[in-house]
């Protein structure tokens, strides 16, 4: 069974600033893979960033970048050059190499201030 | 290419009806998963379909059942609805090349009364 648990319930970050959303997660998989969607107000699930558990290199999109730490079992999400539209509930999940089955964490409400 | 769609966006039932949410995939997608989203439960697995059969399936009651056609078009079924079946319902579809990747429609929202 997989677990993700997000700490931070809401997070503020200033237009163009820096922000990390802290994400850990627990695993009896050897292989896994890990996400960052995000979920403006319309609802819409989007995928944000992948990351695979075997690479060591840590995934990259854009402004977008995590830090992976799989001793600790923790997957950042850093967003760099915040935007406006960058506002949403930003949800870290975990999957298994075999199959769709994703875990969801509780999600962090990301607030972004001009 | 189109993404995920589902129908309807938006639904209202009574307690003790039944009610049935269609999810079409992106083209060439043969996986489709479902997921309940709920503000005390947060995201929860229902069951995932490929090539029309149940792959996985997680812990919801036997009043929650789908199926998949030949299309990959699938469809979820919730009889006897309760008050706590009020909920955004998500469906997702993956590429056979990253099954473990999923990209989501946009909802069927459903409250029962």
């Known amino acids: 069974a997989q677990t993700v648990t997000q700490s931070q319930p809401e997070m503020s970050v200033q237009e163009a600033e820096t922000v990390t959303l802290s994400c850990t997660y627990d695993t009896s998989e050897s292989d896994y893979y890990l996400f960052w969607y995000k979920q403006p107000p319309s609802r819409q699930m989007i995928l944000v960033i992948r990351q695979e558990a075997y690479k060591q290199q840590n995934a990259t999109e854009n402004r977008f970048s995590v830090n992976f730490q799989k001793a600790a079992k923790s997957f950042s999400l850093k967003i760099s050059d915040s935007q406006l539209g960058d506002a949403a509930m930003y949800f870290c999940?975990?999957?298994?190499?075999?199959?769709?089955?994703?875990?969801f964490g509780e999600g962090t409400q990301l607030t972004v201030n001009p | 290419k189109a993404g995920v769609t589902q129908t309807p966006r938006y639904l209202i039932k009574t307690r003790g009806q039944q009610v049935t949410l269609s999810c079409s995939p992106i083209?060439?997608?043969?996986?489709v998963s479902w997921y309940q989203q709920t503000p005390g439960q947060g995201l929860q697995f229902l069951f995932e379909?490929?090539?029309?059969?149940?792959?996985n399936k997680g812990n919801f009651p036997g009043r929650f059942s789908g199926r998949q056609f030949s299309n990959s078009r699938s469809e979820m079924n919730v009889s006897t609805l309760e008050l706590g079946d009020s909920a955004l319902y998500l469906c997702a579809s993956s590429p056979q090349d990253r099954a473990n990747t999923q990209y989501f429609g946009p909802g069927t929202r459903l409250t029962v009364l």
């Open positions: 083209s060439g997608h043969r996986s």
């Open positions: 999940a975990s999957g298994e190499t075999s199959g769709s089955r994703l875990t």
């Open positions: 379909y490929f090539s029309e059969t149940q792959r």
